[in-house]
């Protein structure tokens, strides 16, 4: 981590001329470990912070400009703008992340006196979905709250971050990827009930095995994917549900209560939705207490049906994440393996035993070059911290 710090603190220096007076900050990416697609429909999801994330580098200014780099787009060199300058949706690059959380702050009456210099760098694969935009959102609250004085928590930065995203950048996502991050602790997954914001400290003491993200390096943005198109299908399916059943949201149901009441919804497309939406929810419920019973292996069968559901009710995995998916199960000494994150795309996550991770990274990688005809990464990750001053 200090060899970063001071690559990053350079690279201010050359590219802002001196790094007199600016501050080095880090905010991790996430994982999800089940409970996929359900933080927008009121129910359980189980992240973890990782010890990858998002470095940034900066100063305040003495006028009100705005001057941006990332040492992961180095060919668009610094972004010029301004506090003059926002305007929702209307942002081309990587900027559009921190100048929504910027504008956020604004819309909450916390206002910018000055603009600044801002560097980043990601060690987060872009795209992955490990959250890397998420990640730069709560960077940079973090970075505005010491820089400005704003008084907001971490919860707080998780909030503004999602508004960002949803008022700013117009991508409906909930509150999973801001939270897992904004609230990360080291070696813990977080049990958050997205109804009511209400969250436990799970840890996660993998005796024995690890954590292994492999990349399907099939690159996705929210935008462009069918997110929003499945959340529609789901207000749609709660809507008509509500008018045999009273409750506020798809997380609310059990899954008896589901099949007795699931004719409501008309459409059997619409219904398979609202199903993963209730039973993955459950199935979140259960992976914990199997977690807390020490019971892994149950866990890791849940994943692997998490998976399932995600792919033939909800339809957000595709072939990349199915092979990744697949070939994972036959690998003895995988525990479990799933897409994590929106789908379309991005990555998976798998519990391997300790020795069985070389030979997983070994068939699982040939598999899927083997069927795709270009190779995906695997990266061995550790569970890490919130956001923070370095
Ligand atoms: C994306 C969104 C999250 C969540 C997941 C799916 O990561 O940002 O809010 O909906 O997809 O579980």
Known sequence: ??????????????????????KVFFAPGRVNLIGEHTDYNGGHVFPCALTIGTY????????????????????LGVVESSLEEFVPGGDKNWTAYPKGVMWAFEQKGMKMDSGLEL??????????????SASVEVLTGAILRELYG??????????????????????????????????GKKDCAIFLDTSNLQYEYAPIA?????????????????????????????????SELQKVIAIKSLGELS?????KYQDAIADPIRRKRAKHAVYENQRTLKAVEALKAGNLEEFGALMNASHVSLRDDYEVTGIELDTLAEEAWKVPGVIGSRMTGAGFGGCSVSIVK??????????????YLKKMGYAADFYVVEIGDGPRLL
Do not use: W
Request: hydrophobic share 35%.
């Open 206 to 238: 993998l005796k024995g095995a690890k954590i292994v993200i492999s990349c399907s390096n099939k690159k996705r943005g929210l935008g462009d994917s069918k997110y929003n198109e499945r959340r529609s299908e789901c207000e749609t399916a709660l």
């Open 1 to 22: 981590m200090s060899e970063i710090k001071a690559t990053v603190l350079s690279k201010f220096q050359e590219v802002f001329g001196d790094a007199e007076g600016a």
């Open 150 to 183: 704003f008084e907001v928590t971490n919860q707080d930065l998780a909030l503004i971050g999602q508004f960002s995203e949803n008022q700013y950048n117009l991508v409906n996502c909930g509150i999973m990827d801001q939270f897992a991050i904004a609230m």
């Open 354 to 367: 300790d020795e069985a991770v070389e030979s997983f990274i070994q068939s699982v990688g040939e598999a």
């Open 119 to 132: 560097l980043l760098f990601g060690n987060i694969p872009n795209g992955s979905g490990l959250s890397s």
């Open 255 to 259: 899954e008896a209560d589901f099949e």
């Open 56 to 75: 940034g580098v900066a100063r305040k200014r003495g006028d009100r400009n705005l001057r941006f780099y990332s040492m992961n787009f180095e060919d």
